[in-house]
């Protein structure tokens, strides 16, 4: 019962995940391919994006619901040095742009994709820990 429930839980979770990223990138790119910059139409989109980023939100929850206690330990050790790094680094970033302390200006993304690359390996030096 317990692999079933994580199985539901995991495609829930993939489901949402897919549904949050393609309507980002209609929010992002619908005005300039899709609408010819409609506002009407670009907030619509950036509405859906946030309804779906709800439903990723919850859908992850119940993902940690369903884990085992080891897998929840994991996850929420990755998730706790994910969130760390991510608060260090933008705050800094955001004194170090306020003085003009930057070469150059850094794209947003480039935080999420930081965040993403400390959680995998928060992920997996949490497996090797645990083993």
Sequence with gaps: MQARNEIKASVQLVLWTLAWALTLALAKFGPELLWDEQQVASWAAVAVNFVAGIGWIVAFTRFLRVLDELQ?????????????????????????DGADLGARDVDVAVLPGLMGVVFMIAFAVGRIRYR
């Design 72 to 96: 929840r330990k994991i996850m929420q050790d990755a998730l706790a040095v994910t969130l760390g790094v991510g608060w260090v680094v933008g705050f800094a970033y955001v004194v170090a």
